[in-house]
């Protein structure tokens, strides 16, 4: 029902119109992103929000292997095992994705820079078999690619915006992570993370999604 104050206006100026027309005024937060890369923030920022602790977190607690039984299978047949126990990412000849939950010694660290690092023995060889990268420098995609059922390349408005997702993936992996402020070589490491492999032979760099120095 139209309140007595609109219907005055309406009469009001009935003789010099043909009509009175009102016009909602719209909430200052309800407008959608654009549809344009100017809105690519907003909608990643709402995304994450909504799948990163609800979805991709328990995918991966999930899907992770251990590091003995990713290399055996692995040993066996890259594509078998990324068939069994990995995903592949958007586009012919994109690498296989691995979900990983493991502990390590610390062989190597590197904490003062951008890229920080730990290379972590798992087998008990005494020599590094996989590099935690703890960023805030993160290589690849493979938070965002391990999930294609969550983050669906169709469902992007093209790769500069899947990208930008993957970027964000990292950022707030990092982000979550408690890195050590001394050097933890020598100690023991568990972790939960994931790796990308294009061949069998790949070096295994984790982004990992948790990480605790052991006693």
Not at 15 to 35: D, R, W
Not at 89 to 110: C, R, T, Y
Not at 118 to 127: E, F, I, K, S, V
């Amino acid at each position: 029902m139209k309140s007595p104050l609109v219907t005055a206006l309406c009469l009001a100026v009935a003789l010099g119109t043909t009509g009175c027309k009102i016009v909602p005024k719209t909430a200052e937060n309800s407008a959608a992103p654009a549809a344009d890369a100017s809105g690519d923030a907003a909608r990643i920022t709402t995304l994450l929000a909504e799948s990163y602790e609800a979805k991709l977190l328990p995918l991966i607690a999930v899907q992770a292997q251990t590091a003995r039984t990713l290399r055996g299978q692995i040993a066996a047949g890259l594509d078998t095992a990324g068939a069994a126990y990995g995903a592949r990412g958007a586009g012919n000849g994109s690498p296989w994705n691995f979900a990983l939950k493991d502990q390590g010694k610390v062989i190597k660290a590197e904490l003062g820079t951008r890229a920080r690092i730990l290379d972590l023995d798992t087998d008990g060889d005494g020599a590094a078999d996989l590099t935690l990268q703890l960023g805030p420098v993160i290589k690849g995609n493979a938070l965002r690619d391990v999930a294609p059922k969550i983050y669906d390349f169709t469902a992007f408005r093209d790769q500069m915006e899947f990208g930008k997702l993957g970027r964000a993936l990292n950022d707030r992996a990092a982000a979550g992570l408690s890195v050590p402020t001394e050097d933890p070589t020598g100690k023991t490491v568990a972790f939960t993370g994931v790796f990308s492999l294009r061949t069998a032979s790949d070096k295994w760099l984790v982004t990992p999604i948790a990480l605790t120095v052991l006693p």
